[in-house]
């Protein structure tokens, strides 16, 4: 567990993440990351859960629509 300290940025409230995080997320400056809240709190991570389920929707379709989409490709 790391314990982390809110800091002023500019006019707002910030998270410095230490080197050993951004390494673990795999992740960089300039990159973005999503506080999701789950039953046990908030998490951080680097993807984004609207586009998960956007995807996981089109694999529904593509799984349905194998063959249509097997034929469009030739």
Same mark, same amino acid.
């Given at each position: ?17 230490? &080197?050993?995080?951004? *390494?673990?997320? #795999? $992740?960089? =400056?300039?990159?973005?990351?999503? !506080?999701? /809240? ?14 998960? &389920?956007?995807?996981? *929707?089109?694999? #529904? $379709?593509? =799984?349905?629509?194998?063959?249509? !989409?097997? /034929?469009?490709?030739?």
């Amino acid at each position: 567990m790391l314990k982390l300290k809110l800091t002023t940025i500019g006019s707002s409230v910030g998270v410095i993440l230490p &080197k050993e995080a951004l *390494s673990r997320l #795999k $992740v960089e =400056k300039g990159d973005s990351v999503f !506080l999701t /809240e789950d039953k046990d709190g908030f998490r951080i991570t680097p993807f984004d859960p609207e586009f998960e &389920k956007a995807m996981e *929707s089109a694999r #529904k $379709v593509m =799984k349905r629509r194998r063959n249509a !989409l097997h /034929e469009l490709a030739k």
